[in-house]
């Protein structure tokens, strides 16, 4: 049997049982433990290979693939969670542009200005962690179209334009210096690289400003910061 034919056998076993010790059980007879009358001496038996009804495997394979699949299958759940954009037919450039970025999102890269009405029509703005909001909440509803991505009191800030409210938080990716004279700023936290959101300033090192022409926002505008530091 060759190595591959082996890693079958040992995947086909695995699957099939939930421990090592049900798949021992399930090679011993009950002739075996008639004579044996001992059945823990009766699985020492079948993993050394001199009792069973069918192939050895060797405890460290058996619970080295166990592990093996179950990684597997954790890393697939996670992708189809987080890649939620997936096979989404998208007709917004805004929805596209965070689409594209999903992935890379994992790490926290972008953040999202959105300026619009709310739905009791006041005007609203403000500054939103993408990578956070993507870990916090299911962004099927806005890929689908069901509802619009929009600033809250919890991101990074956020301004009531008719009631005058502001608030500012910093999250797990980013650092709001709010008390800067000439505006807002956002410190990544992971290389301490100061992103400059003023559309009349350069937003800063490893980082871009990107306007985005869409029909679901009065302005919509995405930093992107790429992290030189080493993870």
């Known amino acids: 049997m060759d190595q591959e034919e082996g890693w079958t056998t040992v995947d086909n076993i695995v699957t099939q049982f939930n421990t090592y010790e049900d798949f021992l059980d399930s090679q011993i007879t009950t002739l075996d433990l008639y004579y044996l009358e001992d059945e823990g001496l009766a699985r020492q038996l079948v993993e050394l290979g001199y009792r069973g009804t069918g192939e050895v495997v060797k405890r460290e394979d058996f619970e080295a693939r166990k592990a093996a699949i179950e990684i597997a299958r954790l890393a697939e759940r996670t992708q189809k969670k987080t890649l939620t954009s997936a096979g989404k037919d998208l007709h917004d450039n805004f929805?596209?542009?965070?689409?594209?970025?999903e992935e890379d999102n994992r790490n926290g890269i972008s953040v999202i200005f959105i300026r619009?009405?709310?739905?009791?029509?006041q005007e609203v703005s403000g500054y939103i962690d993408y990578a956070h909001r993507l870990k916090t909440e299911d962004f099927e509803v806005y890929f689908s179209g069901k509802k619009r991505l929009l600033p809250r009191p919890t991101d990074m800030s956020f301004y009531n334009w008719d009631s005058h409210v502001a608030v500012w938080n910093s999250t797990p990716n980013y650092q709001v210096i709010a008390d800067n004279?000439?505006?807002?700023?956002?410190k990544y936290k992971r290389d301490r690289k100061i992103l400059n959101v003023d559309p009349k300033a350069q937003p800063g090192d490893n980082s871009t400003r990107t306007p985005i022409q869409t029909e679901l926002y009065i302005q919509a505008v995405i930093f992107d910061h790429v992290s030189r530091r080493k993870t």
Do not use: Q
């Open 95 to 101: 929805l596209k542009a965070l689409a594209v970025r």
């Open 116 to 121: 619009d009405r709310n739905s009791h029509g």
């Open 181 to 186: 004279p000439e505006g807002l700023l956002f």
